[in-house]
């Protein structure tokens, strides 16, 4: 395995200083945004995702999904139904592995042949048997999207519940690994994660957060660096008009971070209602 190489967010930069207007347009006052608080708010993307992360999607027991169940370490989730599908969350579109494991349910026969489909083109087959077993199956670059995609697995059998059975569930296959990493890849990633008063960033990875900028404010970005244990500014700055639904997007290296610097309003512009704002806040890969 390659080193660990992983950018970080300090506590420093995620806290942002917003100048906002008060009133009818008054002079700006800063207002503070602290983005770790706003972590679980965040849209994640990684080229490396696993069970444990696919499953903690809110949408996950709505396509076609059990919970986790288990002991830990041992940890499954049942597909049910005919059809269950996956969000993943690319931060690119390079040749990936998808790796399995799992096992089809007892009473649905020696062999299960599993349809897999990406964004709805086919992926291949894989065939399940009653004992636990590792399946490959390359994602071809062609075949994603930077952002969303949908991984989809059809199934022509499910277990049918004798009747008086408490479990009404209809269960498919149960896998204890479903992970996508990047084709031959040797260094460990991931997705963006909160650790203590920092946000790690592994490689391939990113996180946005959509901030409502108010009319008649520029929204303001800049960078940071720890020295010796404190804060420097740099002078640094990207600036976007509040008029326009706008992202920004800056690669964050080891030791540095990217952060919003503030917001400042316009003279002679008026203020009313505002809209959120995707800004795609750093990126590491």
């Known amino acids: 395995m390659g080193p660990d190489r992983r950018g970080w967010l300090g506590a420093a930069a995620l806290i942002g200083a917003l100048a906002v207007p008060a009133g009818a347009c008054a002079p700006a006052r800063p207002t503070a945004v602290d983005l770790l608080r706003s972590f679980a708010e965040a849209e994640l993307r990684g080229d490396e995702l696993d069970l444990g992360y696919l499953a903690s999607d809110p949408s996950f027991e709505r396509r076609g999904w059990s919970r986790l169940e288990g002991p830990p370490g041992r940890k499954l989730a049942w597909a049910l139904g005919a059809r269950s599908r996956l969000r993943l969350p690319l931060q690119s579109t390079g040749d990936k592995e998808l790796y399995l494991r799992g096992r089809a349910h007892e009473s649905l026969g020696p062999a299960l ?39 989809e697995m059809t199934a022509p059998r499910r277990r049918q519940p004798a009747p008086g059975d408490p479990d009404r569930r209809e269960l498919v296959a149960a896998f204890s690994a479903v992970t996508v990493r990047p084709l031959g890849s040797g260094t460990r990633s991931g997705v963006p994660a909160a650790a203590g008063t920092r946000i790690v960033l592994p490689p391939s990875s990113s996180l946005a957060y959509y901030i409502r900028v108010p009319p008649g404010a520029r929204l303001r970005v800049g960078r940071r660096r720890a020295r ?44 009313g209602s505002s809209w959120p704002t995707p800004v795609r806040k750093a990126s590491s890969g």
Request: some cysteine; proline content about 7%; glycine content about 10%.
């Open 113 to 151: 042949p599993l349809s897999l489909q990406l964004n709805g083109a086919p992926l291949g087959e894989i065939t399940l048997g009653p004992a636990e077993q590792d399946y490959r199956v390359v994602i071809p670059a062609s075949r994603q999207l930077r952002g969303d995609n949908v991984l």
């Open 228 to 271: 010796r244990g404190r804060p420097a500014s740099w002078a640094w700055s990207r600036t976007t008009r509040a008029a326009r639904r706008s992202s920004t997007a800056r690669r964050a290296r080891a030791g540095r971070s990217s952060m919003i610097s503030g917001w400042r309003t316009r003279p002679g512009r008026s203020c």
